[in-house]
């Protein structure tokens, strides 16, 4: 699921981290692309990068038209990681920062 326009081609992209009521797996986020999934029990935290307003309503969409329930929505700072980042599984191998 590739999103975007030409106008985006030259910012920078920006992780968020998206959390959901649930267990998500890695696999049901596939379409999404470059989608990290962590499990902490109860609920489910997606974190993608999105350069523009579009990317991210993407992945928002996908996920309510599946009835997922979305919990929050914030820009990930880099700060403290609730969930051990060894635990964190990513089918291209590559994390947001």
Do not use: F, K
């Given at each position: 699921m590739e999103t975007g326009s030409k106008a985006?081609?030259?910012r920078k992209a920006r992780c968020f981290r998206v959390t959901v009521r649930g267990e998500v797996s890695q696999t049901f986020v596939e379409p999404l692309g470059q989608v990290f999934v962590e499990?902490?029990?109860d609920?489910?935290?997606?974190?993608?990068?999105?350069?523009?307003q579009a990317k991210l309503q993407a992945v928002l969409s996908w996920l309510y038209r599946r009835s997922v329930e979305i919990v929050s929505v914030?820009?990930?700072?880099?700060?403290?990681?609730?969930?051990?980042p060894?635990?964190?599984?990513?089918?291209?191998?590559?994390?947001c920062p």
């Open positions: 985006s081609a030259g499990s902490t029990g609920e489910s935290i997606l974190s993608c990068e999105a350069v523009d914030v820009p990930d700072d880099g700060g403290a990681d609730p969930v051990d060894s635990l964190r599984h990513h089918l291209s191998g590559r994390q």
